[in-house]
């Protein structure tokens, strides 16, 4: 092993998370295709292998020193970029079953070749706007836990996201710096969307220190018809 995998390893197992070496092996895998595929298309801004292992890998799979992941067998993943948080989650915890919604194309054609390349079972990557791809019947008040890092807003994001929960279940949005305020502006939308806060867990990344926030939010009941709006408008005029 590497130092970073052995940290990586390491804290993982403290918190946990016992990776054996094939789950080590498809970190490793997929922090190489990340930076080989980084050169044609614009995937992460961070490609040193100390940061991707704490800034994404690590990152990702924090929401597990948080909930239980094996309450969960679904896990819808919108606005996915470079497969964060779902696919380290996924690797860690391979029972999930695992469906990512991202609007660039691209980015879906690679997180397809890592999920290929990696041999992982039971993901799907699908192209689209969560405001489109929130209605489908077979993706709606569906999945047992929703998650988004890095998307958007709360206010926005809580319509973009809260349609593919199932009623009881769980939607975890993921930040950097205190989204105190944003949880405050967000009141009014998680109640159009049948849905409560629940609380905000905090954490420091280990190397640099930097703060990340988990938000969850519990879904009571069904999303109503007249959500999501049309594509643009949960962010451009979010339910204040
Ligand atoms: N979650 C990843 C992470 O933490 O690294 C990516 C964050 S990136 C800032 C936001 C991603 O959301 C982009 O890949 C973008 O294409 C996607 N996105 C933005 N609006 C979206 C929408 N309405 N529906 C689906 N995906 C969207």
């Known amino acids: 092993m590497n130092p970073t995998e052995t940290w ?4 993982l197992k403290e918190r946990g998370v ?3 070496p ?44 948080f909930m239980r992941m094996d309450e969960f067998a679904s896990i819808a993943d919108i606005g ?67 998650t988004a890092r890095a998307v958007a ?6 319509e973009l996201c809260l349609p593919f929960a199932k009623k009881g279940g769980t939607f975890a949005a993921m930040k950097g710096s205190d989204p105190a305020e944003e949880t405050q502006e967000a009141k009014r939308s998680l109640r159009e969307l049948k849905s409560e806060y629940r609380e905000t867990h905090h954490l420091k990344l280990p190397f640099e220190q930097s703060d990340r926030h ?10 109503p018809s007249k959500y999501p709006r049309k594509v643009g408008l949960p962010l451009k005029q979010p339910i204040l």
């Open 18 to 20: 016992a990776l054996t």
């Open 214 to 223: 988990i938000i969850i939010i519990r879904k009571l009941a069904e999303t």
């Open 8 to 11: 990586f390893a390491e804290l």
């Open 153 to 158: 807003r709360l206010s926005g994001l809580n």
């Open 80 to 146: 996915s970029g470079a497969g964060f948080p779902s696919l380290p989650l996924k690797i860690c915890f391979p029972h999930l079953k695992v469906t990512i919604v991202d609007s660039l194309n691209k980015r879906i054609q690679f997180l397809r070749h890592v999920v290929e390349t990696l041999k992982l079972e039971n993901v799907s990557c699908v192209h689209g706007r969560a405001e489109d791809i929130g209605r489908m019947p077979e993706l709606r008040d569906a999945f047992d836990l929703v």
């Open 22 to 65: 094939l789950q080590l092996q498809q970190f490793q895998r997929y922090f190489e295709l990340l930076v080989e595929w980084n050169e044609k298309m614009n995937l992460t801004g961070i490609t040193d292998r100390e940061a991707v292992y704490e800034k994404h890998f690590y990152d990702s799979v924090t929401l597990s020193f």
